[in-house]
């Protein structure tokens, strides 16, 4: 369970509102690949496009036509792994690059995976490319979590899976063999249904926070797949909404012939007693026709409803995706004028540092900016929005802060010039911890945890732990250099004064 003292400094998204970014704006700011190391040298053969789309084709037929493992040419294979017993968790197709395999290229790679999908699945050729991609980001970013594969998947898709091949490698060298691509299904698939990938699955969070991480934070794959996946709500709806209106006629229909099989059964009340067993007999299995019908359109019923609250769920992530889209795209905009700004700053006026902050919830988090002190524009913004001190602190060449990370927090520093993260402390660091810088060389004392207590720690110029009080301290503890002695408040609240050098109580 997280720490409450931490608790507040978590990042929550609740209160924001939509915003709109004109969609020029948006196709101006670009895309960049994700990172995956290709093939550069020369090649023997070269295959064309069409063949390469081809090879995907041919798994996908193979899957098409009930085939659960299937090799072509010895070099690549497929695994259809779903396990009907059970809906819990997610089934899987799994693209294997055999160790005889040649593909060398991402875009290969995708294109293998792109012709699979519409062969098996029935998706047009931009669909299945856009999923492609994401396929590939996907089990590149959880490449090897074995824990991720585990929480998420059925084991029939586990037994294909190790720590060691599970995902796909960003190397092309570690592709034959060694990686293992994983295709999530969701709960309604087949031939022409565009949700057969599951669109949730693939953009997960932390596939959304790698590519938010790139220059250009990913903005035109995330907006086509959000496209996409308004596509794919708006088809589940109307195939509920239908499959909810012919349950409704068969449940008019049970209730009709109900009626009937009653007045059957009073009209035979009234027959001799030697056809009376016969014509009860009929009546009896009628209405056992009619329970087992009305069970199977109530647990469909009840199918649908869970399908109901899958949907909403995407509403409520594209809803949540368009708005995070519109902030990205609006901070690169951003970004692009103060880099024009930059270029017409006055070198010789010493730049203004400031801490930007922003509540979120119960929690405040801030950016370093710099000013022209001259005009008064924000000519450049840190990256980092995470910052958790109210004061930033001269340390060399550079400013040093406290900045969230995770559940816990981290002294870093960041270059005077650029606003560009310089170095993070390994060390964990109290969250709201006094920081002191102090000494020749200078020296940084920050509250750090231990085994469970808090102490004053010590860190050099590369922010490493190299030493920390032996007297546990309060959290909150100020910190005050007097001589060469440093006054803190202990753990029990006395206030007491350590050397600056071992930090052992000074005599």
């Not at 290229?105 to 490319?129: C, K, M, W």
């Amino acid at each position: 369970m997280r720490r409450a003292l931490l608790m507040a400094f978590i990042l929550v998204a609740a209160g924001l509102s939509a915003v709109d970014v004109d969609e020029e704006e948006l196709e101006a700011l670009g895309t960049r690949d994700f990172d995956f190391i290709n093939y550069e040298g020369p090649y023997e053969t070269i295959n064309t496009i069409e063949q390469i789309v081809g090879i995907g084709r041919s798994l996908g037929t193979a899957v098409r036509d009930g085939r659960t493992d299937f090799v072509i040419d010895g070099r690549y294979r497929v695994i259809r792994a779903i396990d009907p017993t059970t809906n819990r968790l997610r089934d899987a197709d799994i693209i294997v690059p055999l160790p005889t395999s040649r593909v060398d290229h991402i875009n290969n790679l995708r294109r293998i995976i792109s012709g699979y999908l519409q062969a098996a699945y029935d998706y047009r050729s931009a669909d299945a490319d856009l999923l492609a991609r994401w396929v590939t980001i996907y089990n590149a970013v959880v490449r090897g979590d074995i824990e991720f594969f585990t929480d998420r998947y059925k084991q029939v898709v586990l037994s294909h899976l190790t720590r060691e091949n599970a995902g796909l490698a960003r190397r092309y060298d570690e592709w034959p063999g060694r990686s293992r691509i994983v295709i999530p299904l969701s709960s309604v698939t087949g031939p022409g249904v565009i949700g057969t990938v599951d669109p949730a699955e693939i953009a997960a969070d932390r596939v959304i926070e790698e590519l938010r991480s790139l220059p250009d934070r990913g903005i035109d794959d995330r907006q086509e797949m959000v496209e996409l996946t308004e596509r794919v709500i708006d088809e589940r709806e109307e195939r509920i909404a239908a499959e909810q209106a012919e349950i409704a006629a068969v449940e008019r229909r049970l209730d009709e012939e109900t009626e009937r099989v009653a007045e059957e059964r009073e009209r035979i009340a009234d027959l001799p007693d030697d056809e009376r067993p016969a014509a009860e007999a009929v009546i009896a299995e009628r209405e056992a026709e009619i329970a087992a019908e009305r069970e199977e359109a109530e647990r469909r019923r009840a199918e649908l409803a869970d399908e109901q609250r899958e949907v909403a769920e995407l509403v409520d992530r594209v809803r949540a995706e368009r708005e995070l889209i519109a902030r990205d795209a609006r901070a690169l905009l951003d970004e692009r004028a103060i880099a024009d700004e930059v270029r017409g700053l006055d070198a010789a006026l010493a730049p203004i540092y400031f801490l930007q902050v922003r509540e979120v919830g119960p929690a405040v988090f801030g950016r370093l900016v710099q000013i022209n002190p001259a005009t008064g524009v924000i000519v450049n913004r840190s990256a980092e929005d995470a910052i958790v001190s109210r004061e930033y602190q001269f340390f060399g060449e550079h400013l040093l802060v406290v900045t969230a990370d995770g559940d816990n927090a981290r002294l870093a520093t960041f270059s005077v010039a650029s606003l560009a993260e310089h170095r993070r402390s390994a060390a964990e660091v109290f969250i709201a911890t006094s920081v002191g810088v102090f000494g020749t060389p200078q020296r940084v004392y920050a509250v750090v945890r231990d085994g469970g207590q808090w102490y004053l720690g010590r860190f050099n110029d590369e922010l490493a732990l190299v030493d920390r009080s032996i007297i546990a301290v309060n959290p909150y503890t100020t910190i005050a250099f007097g001589g060469n002695r440093i006054w803190v408040q202990t753990s029990d609240d006395r206030i007491i004064a350590l050397a600056t050098d071992t930090l052992r109580i000074a005599p």
